[in-house]
Antibody
Framework: QVQLQESGPGLVKPSETLSLTCSVS????????WSWIRQSPEKGLEWIGH???????NYNPSLKSRVAISVDRSRNQFSLKLSSVTAADTAVYYC??????????????WGQGTLVTVSS | DIQMTQSSSTLSASVGDRVTISCRAS??????LAWYQQKPGRAPKLLIY???TLHSGVPSRFSGSGSGTEFTLTITNLQPDDFATYYC?????????FGGGTRVEIK
């Protein structure tokens, strides 16, 4: 059974960089696309972007200038960096796997989510 | 970017009811539409993709229909475990986006 687990600081100061890691267990990171999605009361569910194990990435244009998603095949992990954060970036952040190796950009496995608060 | 709209934010229903949840896309997305169920404090769970394909392990009382811009999730014989919030998501193009959600509550 594939499991995903987010890790990283729960509190980030304004203007700093939010960094999260998603550890994948029970399956390989190879041959799939891996996404970051966030959820807040204000914006609902928002797709941030995804990465393929080959390093291919796609980002939501609304965040593209501040986002970087990378993959570490050796550790079976992928990571999110979001720079210059503001209070509007406060949300529950989820990592997720895309179904069917990326042929369908829908999410069949999700992490439990981690709340990140942006505050001084 | 494609906007997804769920017209009802809340639906009240009873166990055994048939419930329909609507979702509209701001432009045609063909059949590139998925539905998720989310319970408080939990991650969303994939129910249906490509409008009507039931994801593995999802009960057959869930079904989906529609095409183009108008889509429907139907739950027949509503069960206690089905009281939750439901989201649609398009995957026609990037950026992917979700509807605002419809909460199914106990009448």
């Amino acid at each position: 059974q594939v499991q995903l687990q987010e890790s990283g600081p729960g509190l980030v100061k304004p203007s700093e960089t939010l960094s999260l890691t998603c550890s994948v267990s029970g399956g390989s990171i190879i041959n799939y696309y891996w996404s970051w999605i966030r959820q807040s009361p204000e914006k609902g569910l928002e797709w941030i972007g995804h990465t393929h194990y080959t390093g291919i990435t796609n980002y939501n244009p609304s965040l593209k200038s501040r986002v970087a998603i990378s993959v570490d095949r050796s550790r079976n992990q992928f990571s999110l960096k979001l720079s210059s954060v503001t209070a509007a970036d406060t949300a529950v952040y989820y990592c997720a796997r895309e179904l069917n190796g990326g042929y369908d950009d829908v999410f069949d496995y999700w992490g439990q989510g981690t709340l990140v608060t942006v505050s001084s | 970017d494609i906007q997804m709209t769920q017209s009802s934010s809340t639906l009240s229903a009873s166990v055994g009811d048939r419930v329909t949840i609507s979702c509209r896309a701001s432009q045609s997305i063909s059949n590139w539409l998925a539905w998720y169920q989310q319970k408080p404090g939990r991650a969303p769970k994939l129910l249906i993709y490509k409008v009507s394909t039931l994801h593995s392990g999802v009960p057959s009382r869930f079904s989906g229909s529609g095409s183009g811009t108008e889509f429907t999730l139907t739950i027949t014989n509503l069960q206690p475990d089905d009281f939750a919030t439901y989201y649609c998501q398009h995957f026609y193009s990037h950026p992917l986006s979700f509807g605002g959600g419809t909460r199914v509550e106990i009448k």
